[in-house]
T-cell receptor
Framework: DTEVTQTPKHLVMGMTNKKSLKCEQH?????MYWYKQKAKKPPELMFV???????INESVPSRFSPECPNSSLLNLHLHALQPEDSALYLC??????????????FGPGTRLTVT | GENVEQHPSTLSVQEGDSAVIKCTYS??????FPWYKQELGKRPQLIID?????GEKKDQRIAVTLNKTAKHFSLHITETQPEDSAVYFC???????????FGTGTRLKVLA
């Protein structure tokens, strides 16, 4: 099974709302990623978890708060977002890097609109 | 910082022709180079990858070549079909990091 799942598919939220995005994989991957993708642009790395510990935070504003409850789950908590945060949010997973590059598998994404 | 340049940004080919997309990376330590296909509204999908100890890899109509000296790698699609139409992203990654540096993408249109 090479599937990463994400919920919800679509999310519309106001600037004062609090919501969460969820991601799940059952491939035994120990690295999980959050990316943000704007239209016609490549995915932009936000956070990386390795063995459930935060390894990379690409200077993401604190209104985005990641959480990795266990090795299969990854959440992204959203609070007080801005309209410019509207984008496709992609989750991905891979084996831990080790000594070589590992295939990274993406989930279908959550299309987020901030009103 | 690390950078991956990708060309062309758009590419139109007739069905049955070949398509070539080129990427150049800046970090000489990069050693893993995946290619992703992203159809409109869908997830990026890994279609082929190459590691730095290999110069070329093929999978049916798709091939990737790597020139480590020049720090560039290319995606070759032969006998293109309308369903090959999508945005293609190259990426470069380095052992010991979790960063995949993406190119800016190429919109491929295969005209029937």
């Amino acid at each position: 099974d090479t599937e990463v799942t994400q919920t919800p598919k679509h999310l519309v939220m106001g600037m004062t709302n609090k919501k969460s995005l969820k991601c799940e994989q059952h491939m035994g991957h120990r690295a999980m990623y959050w990316y943000k993708q704007k239209a016609k642009k490549p995915p932009e790395l936000m956070f990386v978890y390795s063995y459930e510990k935060l390894s990379i935070n690409e200077s993401v504003p604190s209104r985005f708060s990641p959480e990795c409850p266990n090795s299969s789950l990854l959440n992204l908590h959203l609070h007080a977002l801005q309209p410019e945060d509207s984008a496709l949010y992609l989750c991905a997973s891979s084996q831990d890097r080790g000594s070589g590059g590992y295939e990274q598998y993406f989930g279908p994404g959550t299309r987020l609109t901030v009103t | 910082g690390e950078n991956v340049e990708q060309h062309p940004s758009t590419l139109s080919v007739q069905e049955g022709d070949s398509a070539v997309i080129k990427c150049t990376y800046s970090d000489s330590a990069s050693n893993y180079f995946p290619w992703y296909k992203q159809e409109l509204g869908k997830r990026p999908q890994l279609i082929i990858d190459i590691r730095s100890n290999v110069g070329e890899k093929k999978d049916q109509r798709i091939a990737v070549t790597l020139n480590k000296t020049a720090k560039h790698f290319s995606l070759h699609i032969t006998e293109t079909q309308p369903e090959d139409s999508a945005v293609y992203f190259c990426a470069a990654s380095t052992s010991g990091t979790y960063k995949y540096i993406f190119g800016t993408g190429t919109r491929l249109k295969v005209l029937a």
